[in-house]
């Protein structure tokens, strides 16, 4: 990572769905479950396109896939129904390094805030029950802007909320449809892919990526603060 701008550092922004929790495979099962249910077969394949949507987008996206008279809302209420079924009997898995990357943000003073096209209502749940909304300065969610990813309104709002000039904030995301959006808000695009395995259509945009959130802290730790296992150690 360009090391300037990384030690004017002012914000760190989260994605939350394939990047803070392991949810975006439970998503591609019930839209499997679900498109079978209602006679359209697994549609599950297509998560990868939708990644970073807000709900209109969504909608739209099926409606063109499936035709305009895909039942998306009877799919939308199955399709959670499955998921949230799931989710209270399983849990969502936190990606690997979440809390150590929180952790060493805190440490650092480095204000951090969420920005992601699931529901208010669901990502309140999912950082409740991960116990980590008390990390979070500003909380963005899909249906409290117009315009969803790859668009840049939420990253603009989440910079604005924090008081972050978002070409010194970096954006932790996992879709290409995110990356898009942070490149286009002018912040620092970091991808720590999930779901997608060629991220060549926006390898260009990016200030950095790696193989998961532990990579990164370790990263951010060397850079920022303590070089690992320097903690203590007198010059």
């Given amino acids: 990572?360009?090391?300037?701008?990384?030690?004017?550092?002012?914000?760190?922004?989260?994605?939350?769905?394939?990047?803070m929790f392991d949810s975006e495979r439970y998503i591609?099962?019930?839209?499997?479950?679900?498109?079978?249910?209602?006679g359209y077969g697994t549609l599950g394949d297509h998560i990868e396109k939708t990644l970073g949507f807000n709900g209109t987008?969504?909608?739209?996206?099926?409606l063109d896939l499936c035709g305009q008279d895909f039942p998306y809302d009877e799919f939308l209420e199955l399709y959670r129904s499955l998921y949230f079924d799931r989710v209270r009997k399983e849990g969502i898995p936190a990606k690997e390094g979440l809390h150590e990357t929180l952790e060493i943000l805190k440490e650092l003073g480095i204000p951090m805030g969420v920005a992601t096209s699931s529901s208010r209502?669901?990502?309140?749940?999912?950082?409740?029950?991960?116990?980590i909304t008390d990390y979070f300065e500003t909380v963005i969610t899909g249906d409290m802007i117009r315009h969803g990813k790859p668009e840049p309104d939420i990253y603009l709002e989440?910079?604005?909320?924090?008081?972050?000039?978002?070409?010194?904030?970096?954006?932790?995301?996992?879709?290409?449809?995110?990356?898009?959006?942070?490149?286009?808000?002018?912040?620092?695009?970091?991808?720590?892919?999930?779901l997608i395995k060629d991220t060549t259509q926006v390898d260009d945009l990016l200030f950095g990526?790696?193989?998961s959130l532990s990579e990164f802290a370790k990263e951010i730790r060397n850079s920022l603060g303590h070089p690992e296992g320097k903690e203590g150690e007198e010059d």
């Fill in 1 to 19: 990572m360009e090391q300037l701008r990384l030690q004017s550092l002012q914000a760190v922004v989260f994605d939350m769905d394939g990047l």
């Fill in 28 to 38: 591609q099962t019930a839209w499997n479950q679900a498109g079978t249910i209602l």
């Fill in 57 to 62: 987008k969504r909608r739209e996206f099926f």
């Fill in 121 to 131: 209502e669901n990502t309140l749940k999912n950082l409740e029950r991960e116990k």
């Fill in 158 to 194: 989440a910079c604005r909320q924090l008081k972050a000039e978002p070409r010194y904030a970096i954006a932790l995301e996992d879709a290409v449809n995110g990356i898009k959006a942070a490149a286009r808000a002018g912040m620092m695009p970091v991808m720590i892919p999930d």
């Fill in 209 to 211: 990526k790696y193989r």
